[in-house]
């Protein structure tokens, strides 16, 4: 299939610039993937599409506030830096810019000397390898000083950071959210439980690899980035049981949905692993444990539309996508919901 494939014309206006409150009563649209029909509804009717002894499956990685802007030692030259993966215990992959600003062994200070830097190496794709030295407890000073990782079409200041939080973020490691989890309240999964679904946890830690434009013509020269993820005992064993009592796994989210799949091909079955995935989903995979997707409106050509494509199918969900945009749904990461079963 062609990069093109996957195009859809989208009004600027329909990209949601701030969340909707409550967080459930965003827009829920349903699509049977058998037939493509779909249905309107809220989020917070999502109880009446799922069914007991279902299981949800959601990624409780927490966002880091990784946006942090600081000034070059000496000269006071402004820079941002965008924390990406951890390597080691102060020693970071950032996004600095300008770059030119960021050589080997020049230093930065972050929040009037809270946070200080030196620029270690430079990556063959021009990202950073960056040391960090604070005093106290490096995430309590990034919690201080460090911005939300907003995604680049989104304009508007974030009043409130938990709001690009899930309610059940514990797991501190993202660059950014995974979204399909933020129309989550506690009362919607209380009640969730009350009616027999069950809610196990997975860890995918989001890079902005996610949000990479494919930029090559064949979608199957695309070559993913790697995520740290993580499936415990307790999950795995939550998935299996309802497997076996003929319930549905449904992903919370295009995350989750890549970390089931890892598994699944690396252990040949779902049991407890931890490791590096660059798991890359489209039309043509076999799915080996999803029965259902929970996830927002993606941006054209991008890899999470084409994960989505290759779950629903392709002619749905690019007919889905049309019909969201008619029916002005909200798009990206503050926009509306897809439940496709």
């Known amino acids: 299939m062609k990069t093109k494939d ?4 989208l009004p600027e206006e329909l990209i949601a610039q701030t969340p909707i409150e409550p967080r459930d009563h965003s827009r829920l649209m349903v699509m049977d993937r058998q037939t493509g029909e779909l249905t309107h509804a809220h989020f917070y009717d999502i109880v009446h599409f799922l069914r007991p002894g279902d299981c949800l499956i959601v990624n409780d990685s927490r966002v880091l506030p990784a946006r942090l802007y600081g000034e070059k030692e000496g000269t006071g030259a402004q820079v941002e830096f965008l924390l990406l993966t951890q390597k080691e ?3 970071w992959e950032v996004l600095a810019g300008p770059g030119k600003k960021a050589r080997p062994g020049t230093r930065f200070v972050f929040g009037g000397g809270l946070l200080r830097a030196e620029v270690l190496e ?3 794709d021009g990202n950073r390898i960056v040391r960090f030295a604070c005093d106290g ?4 000073v990034l919690d201080q000083i460090g911005q939300m990782p907003l995604p680049h079409y989104i304009h508007q200041k974030l009043e409130d950071k938990e709001r690009y939080q899930t309610v059940y973020a514990r797991e501190l490691g993202s660059a950014a959210a995974p ?3 933020l129309h989550f309240t506690p009362a919607l999964l209380e009640q969730l439980k ?3 679904v ?3 946890f997975v860890t995918l830690h989001v890079g902005l690899g996610t949000f990479r434009p494919v930029k090559v013509e064949d979608v199957t020269q695309h070559k993913m980035h790697s995520e740290h993820y993580e499936l415990n005992q307790q999950t795995a064993d939550l998935i299996n049981q309802t497997k076996r009592n003929g319930g549905r796994v449904i992903a919370v989210g295009t995350t989750s949905c890549r970390t089931l799949e890892s598994v699944a091909q690396k252990e040949g079955c779902i049991k407890a692993s931890e490791g590096w995935t660059d798991i890359f989903i489209y039309p043509g995979y076999t799915f080996q444990v999803l029965d259902g997707l929970i996830t927002n409106f993606h941006l054209p050509e991008s890899t999470l539309i ?3 494509s290759a779950f629903a199918g392709y002619s749905h969900t690019m007919q889905a996508y049309q019909t969201a945009v008619q029916e002005r749904y909200r798009f990206y990461s503050f926009g509306d919901a897809m439940l496709v079963v």
């Not at 407890?137 to 309590?140: G, R």
């Open 137 to 140: 407890n490096f995430y309590q």
């Open 194 to 196: 009350a009616m027999g």
């Open 198 to 200: 069950n809610i196990g």
């Open 306 to 308: 084409m994960l989505v």
């Open 89 to 91: 215990n102060m020693v």
């Open 122 to 124: 430079v990556t063959p």
């Open 6 to 9: 996957f195009y859809y014309d």
């Open 179 to 181: 979204t399909a989890g």
